[in-house]
């Protein structure tokens, strides 16, 4: 799974290496420590202007239309790649509303001999490793003058390679050659689209470093480039 995440470009970075068009109100700032239903960025494209690419803040943890109300989200940050495309919660977004999460890399916990849990921060070479999502908009059925809620989960897939020895979980990771396909509403969401970016993503995953980390970053409160700053460890 992917539960913590790290962007650390800044918006004006995005909005070139993105080539965006629009930003919205409420897109959140650089962060080392990204947790589900904390406010992440996602990058979409409009259905209703599929010329511009929009950089939106988004709850990280996807709540779709039919829910109630949006505790769903809490179980509903991830996707797996596998089954995304026959489960309610996330078949709508996956038909038209799918997003880039413009992360610069990820931290997984390595289960110790000890039972104890080593964190490692795993990142690309430079500082952009954009991972597959979905969106929804949201609103409460119960007030309808309450604001839409917009929000996002991240698709995983089975871990590759070094990554394996890790955890057996990760992101899919979108190739830059697939971003557009990815994120435009002129292209149906299905399983092929799912098995086609997932299958290139491997190719990213194994040019990955895993960095062993301090366990500062398991707090939600801690977040600093501290956090992904190499420590030593016995192997």
């Known amino acids: 799974m992917c539960g913590r995440f790290v962007v650390a470009r800044a918006k004006a970075e995005l909005l070139a290496d ?21 406010v992440i960025p996602i990058i979409t494209i409009s259905a209703k202007d599929a010329s511009h690419r929009r950089l939106e803040g988004a709850k990280w ?42 992360a610069s890399g990820y ?23 954009p991972f597959a999502a979905l969106y929804e908009w949201w609103k409460d059925p119960s007030t309808p003058e309450s604001p839409w809620l917009l929000s996002a989960t991240i698709l995983t897939q089975a871990a590759e390679g070094h990554l394996a020895d890790i955890h ?7 190739r830059e050659d697939l971003l557009n396909d990815w994120i435009s509403p002129q292209v149906e969401g299905s399983r092929e689209l799912v ?41």
């Open 195 to 235: 098995s086609a970016i997932t299958n290139a993503g491997q190719s990213v995953a194994t040019q990955l470093t895993a960095t062993a980390v301090s366990s500062a970053v398991g707090n939600v409160r801690n977040n600093g480039p501290e956090l992904i700053q190499a420590i030593d460890i016995d192997r």
């Open 107 to 129: 931290y997984e916990w390595q289960k110790r001999a000890d039972g104890s849990k080593q964190p490692f921060y795993l990142h690309p070479e430079g500082d952009s490793l």
């Open 18 to 38: 993105f080539q965006i068009d629009v930003v919205g109100p409420d897109t959140p700032d650089p962060s080392f420590n990204h947790a589900p239903m904390s």
């Open 61 to 102: 943890g996807l709540v779709p239309p039919w829910a109630n109300d949006p505790t769903i989200g809490v179980r509903a940050f991830n996707a797996r790649s596998e089954s995304v495309h026959e489960k309610p919660t996330f078949r709508h977004a996956l038909t038209s509303q799918r997003a880039i999460v413009p």
């Open 168 to 174: 057996d979980r990760m992101p899919v990771m979108l």
